[in-house]
């Protein structure tokens, strides 16, 4: 059976934009395991499929936007909320404006903005969070990380 409900006192500390199972440009680095993951590598496995990633949110101790880390051929870029405010451009392209994320109270859902995401499998050990992402890009994932 699918784990699929979180317990209460989960906070979401970053979301990944993923791709599954695709080589990009963009990722020259070695592929891991999630937990084996070093800081700046651009995609993983979970259960032997592999992910790479597009773009991944790190949150505050609020669960509100801190960092936006875009991968890129030359590697990943790293934003910080202050800029990003500085040049809204990339708030605006990435739909970030007033962007938060938290655990939704009954903990079968994910609270996004104001659309709520139905949680379809957690990985406890890597503490992932794979959701239903309706509006999402054919072929893309969303992943939540949580402590």
Known sequence: MVNTELTPNSK??????????????KCSHETRDFLKMKKY??????????????????????????????YLPEGPIVDSISEL???????????????????????KSIIEKNDTLI????????????VKAPKITKGRKILFQYK
């Open 12 to 25: 979401i500390v970053a979301r990944y934009q993923v791709i599954e199972n695709k080589n990009l440009v």
């Open 119 to 130: 949680i379809e499998q957690i990985f406890e050990k890597e503490k992932l969070i794979l």
């Open 85 to 107: 405010r500085e040049d809204t451009s990339l708030l605006n392209y990435y739909n970030l404006n007033n962007y938060s994320a938290k655990i939704n109270l009954d903990s």
């Open 41 to 70: 590598d651009c995609a993983f496995y979970i259960n032997g499929i592999k992910y790479t990633v597009e773009y991944k949110i790190e949150f505050d101790s609020s669960q509100h936007l801190a960092y936006l880390w875009r």
